[in-house]
């Protein structure tokens, strides 16, 4: 939202409030996000649902979009990636790695494979394009989408002594996240999340 210079207020929920009949009558589904829109008196929740909607209302210039195909439906085939690919391996390594009660090592190394995996296809679509980004010459959303689990996903890797080697074997993988994290907007989203991870107690 910043990136597109859309104000907002943001409302910051305990893990418990998420499951609360408040919380549940915005989104059922009991997870965040969830984005009320008061221009429009939408309810959206789904970060790729999220991510359509606020690209489809507010950012009629394509400042971070593509308004004609083909690039327009190759970002969203990479948002599509991200939200059935990257999010749900990514979650399911960090929480069988951080959070699980017992651990179990063959869950870990089945997830942490994963994650290999999903940066090899990253980093092999980034090597066929050869601007730096997925999608055309420029960053979009389908760029800016990966950002969030990449960096659990960075961490996770280093504080589990799997990374070495990576940054040589997927050097336009890494070359194009640290692009990204070199972008004002994603940069200070960055420092807050580790600063509410620490406010939490979380790794």
Request: aromatic letters at 12%.
């Amino acid at each position: 939202m910043e990136e597109l210079e859309i104000p907002y207020e943001l409302n910051l929920l305990e893990f418990n409030q998420v499951k609360e009949p408040q919380y549940l009558e915005l989104n059922p589904n009991g997870r965040l996000p969830t984005i009320e829109d008061p221009n429009t008196d939408m309810t959206v929740w789904e970060s790729g649902a999220i991510i359509l909607y606020l690209i489809d209302q507010y950012d009629k210039e394509g400042k971070l979009s593509y308004l004609d195909a083909p690039q327009k439906y190759a970002s969203m085939q990479w948002l599509m990636f991200q939200v059935s690919g990257q999010g749900p391996y990514f979650g399911q390594a960090t929480w069988f790695a951080r959070f699980h009660p017992e651990k179990l090592p063959s869950a870990i190394d089945r997830f942490m494979k994963e994650i290999e995996r999903v940066i090899g296809v990253l980093d092999v679509a980034l090597s066929r394009n050869r601007t730096g980004w997925l999608v055309g010459d420029r960053c979009t959303y389908a760029d800016i989408s990966f950002v969030a689990w990449a960096a659990t996903g960075e961490g996770l890797l280093r504080e589990l002594q799997k990374d070495v080697g990576l940054e040589e074997k997927y050097p336009h993988y890494y070359a194009w996240f640290a692009a990204l994290k070199e972008r004002p907007v994603i940069a200070r989203a960055l420092q807050e999340i580790v600063a509410q991870r620490r406010a939490h107690g979380l790794p």
